[in-house]
């Protein structure tokens, strides 16, 4: 929710809808990682998987609580 004090319900359903969206992107992208180094479970690969998963269900939580994500915080990137 960019600086808006009263953002609307459109906007609001369209941020909840991208934070999902990002939440399963994330959290397939943890899974591909830990599978396809499964055979090699460096701490660098599990890390990796830690982190993204954590970021991913987070923002999932972030939707299904209707608040904005941790990515969504950190401002523009560029």
């Known amino acids: 929710m960019s600086g808006n004090p009263n953002p609307s319900k459109d906007q609001v359903t369209?941020?909840?809808?991208?934070?999902?969206?990002?939440?399963?992107?994330?959290?397939?992208?943890?899974?591909?990682?830990?599978?396809?180094?499964?055979n090699d479970l460096s701490v660098g690969a599990v890390l990796a998987g830690v982190v993204i998963g954590g970021l991913g269900i987070e923002a999932l939580l972030s939707a299904a609580r209707n608040r904005r994500c941790l990515l969504s915080r950190i401002g523009p990137l560029p």
């Open 14 to 38: 369209r941020e909840r809808g991208a934070a999902f969206v990002i939440g399963v992107f994330f959290v397939g992208v943890a899974v591909a990682i830990l599978v396809t180094s499964r």
